[in-house]
């Protein structure tokens, strides 16, 4: 079998992201193995998870950092001492800095709660209820230094609801992110796929058939 690649993942708070890849990693045909997990918050729940798993698990504060750049070269640092090949942002409040970015260019992979590149930023459920869109979802990409660009590498949609509210769609968005990352992070470990043009080609990869219709009906 070839070596898995070894994986970071950055976070900030719960870990419900870092859970799936953990599960994922877990499995033995799965091509990566999640060899440290970084966070900017002592308190951060997701630090807890990797620890049960027996992940190597860090705090570096942000604040303790005089700039964007010093804490950036500190996560980085890191980062190869641990001889991470790719990286994952899971719920990892802070802003990159173009030169950190740079340096883990199509190697490091972010997932964001809508379909890019609708509704980058924050609120993202609130503003899609606001604009009536009738499917909602998530993204994962390749991290670009503009926020939450990037070249798109998969994405999962789901319906929105009648009567939804912010946290429903977000409680639903979030079951796909599950499935979505896990399997973003394989295809990137196993080579599948490539940035041409600043778009992702997926190696052997056909797309699904047929239309996802909301609301559904007869016709």
Request: hydrophobic share 45%; charged share 20%; aromatic share 4%.
């Amino acid at each position: 079998m070839t070596a898995r690649k070894r994986v970071g993942v950055l976070i900030s708070g719960r870990g419900s992201n870092l859970q799936s890849l953990i599960r994922a990693a877990q499995a033995p045909d799965y091509p990566a193995e999640i060899v440290l997990v970084i966070s900017n918050r002592a308190q951060a729940q997701g630090l807890e998870h990797a620890r049960k798993a027996g992940i190597p698990a860090e705090t570096i504060p942000h604040k303790d950092f005089p700039s964007r750049e010093a804490f950036d070269a500190a996560l980085d640092a890191a980062l190869k001492r641990a001889r991470v090949e790719l990286v994952c942002l899971a719920g990892f409040m802070r802003l990159l800095t173009p030169g950190f970015v740079e340096q883990w260019r199509d190697r490091m992979l972010n997932v964001h709660p809508s379909l890019l590149p609708a509704f980058p930023g924050l609120d993202t459920h609130e503003r899609a209820l606001a604009a009536g869109v009738r499917f909602a979802g998530c993204t994962v990409h390749f991290v670009r230094a503009a926020t939450d660009s990037g070249p798109i590498v998969g994405q999962a949609a789901v319906p929105v609801l009648p009567g939804d509210t912010s946290e429903t769609l977000a409680a639903r968005v979030l079951e796909a992110e599950h499935r979505l990352y896990p399997l973003a992070l394989r295809l990137a470990a196993s080579g599948r796929l490539k940035v041409v043009d600043g778009r992702v080609e997926v190696a052997g990869h056909r797309g699904p058939q047929g239309a996802l219709v909301n609301p559904a009906g007869e016709t």
